[in-house]
């Protein structure tokens, strides 16, 4: 039983366009979430993370949504430039836990 | 700071052989965790500590023991390795003095291959 999927294993995008990622998640007890990014042959560095108290966070080109009704995340990556070609993982944990449950990844191709 | 550390790189082994995967963090981090990357799965957690001298069993914990060695250090054994085994490890630490902000550092990985 995955409780957190991301749906699509791969996405292109054009450089300089918008690139959405998604993360769907089943347990309503989650309430902080995070976006990982990986390259080739690296252990993931965190990108961005949000808590359940918001909705939208922002760090310069990233912005992630929560939308705690649907358990649904997203990331947002404007302008997307080719260096962010990598594979995203979103991860899920409750408040004060110890553990996260990360999805499956999806692999980010930008093309220039 | 190298952050996390995490040797061997690469190791490959014969069915029922064992080993231990070092991981060590000078981020003065008190949880640690170890991962497994597999094709389609994603990363999962095997064991966790979340501080000196705790260990906890994580989704996938067979087939493992871990050692938390001190407060810098991490370990992960495999006493009788099986193909099934054969993944890509990360170790992972997180401070834990705001429990809300729970970004982990990972590792660069240990590939390792069970024949």
């Known amino acids: 039983d995955q409780q957190v999927k991301q749906n699509s294993p791969s996405l292109s995008v054009q450089e300089g366009r918008i690139s959405i990622l998604n993360c769907d998640y089943t347990?309503?007890?989650?309430?902080?979430f995070l976006w990982y990014k990986k390259y080739p042959a690296e252990g993931p560095t965190f990108l961005i993370s949000i808590s359940s108290i918001k909705d939208k966070n922002e760090d310069g080109r990233f912005t992630v949504f929560l939308n705690k009704s649907a358990k649904h995340l997203s990331l947002h990556i404007v302008p997307s430039q080719p260096g962010d070609s990598a594979v995203y993982f979103c991860?899920?944990?409750?408040?004060?836990?110890?553990?996260?449950?990360f999805g499956t990844g999806t692999r980010l191709k930008v093309l220039a | 700071n190298a952050g996390v550390t995490q040797t061997p790189k690469f190791q490959v082994l014969k069915t029922g052989q064992s080993m231990t995967l070092q991981c060590a963090q000078d981020m003065n981090h008190n949880s640690m965790y170890w991962y497994r990357q597999d094709p389609g799965m994603g990363l999962r957690l095997i064991y966790y500590s979340a501080s000196e001298g705790t260990t906890d069993k994580g989704e996938v914990p067979n087939g493992y023991n871990v050692s938390r060695l001190n407060k810098r250090e991490f370990s992960l054994r495999l006493e009788s390795a099986a193909p099934s085994q054969t993944s890509v490890y990360f170790c992972?630490?997180?401070?834990?003095?705001?429990?809300?902000?729970?970004?982990?550092?990972f590792g660069p990985g240990t590939r390792l291959t069970v024949l």
């Open positions: 991860a899920a944990g409750g408040s004060g836990t110890y553990k996260y449950i």
């Open positions: 992972a630490s997180t401070r834990e003095d705001r429990r809300i902000y729970n970004e982990q550092f």
């Open positions: 347990n309503s007890m989650f309430d902080y």
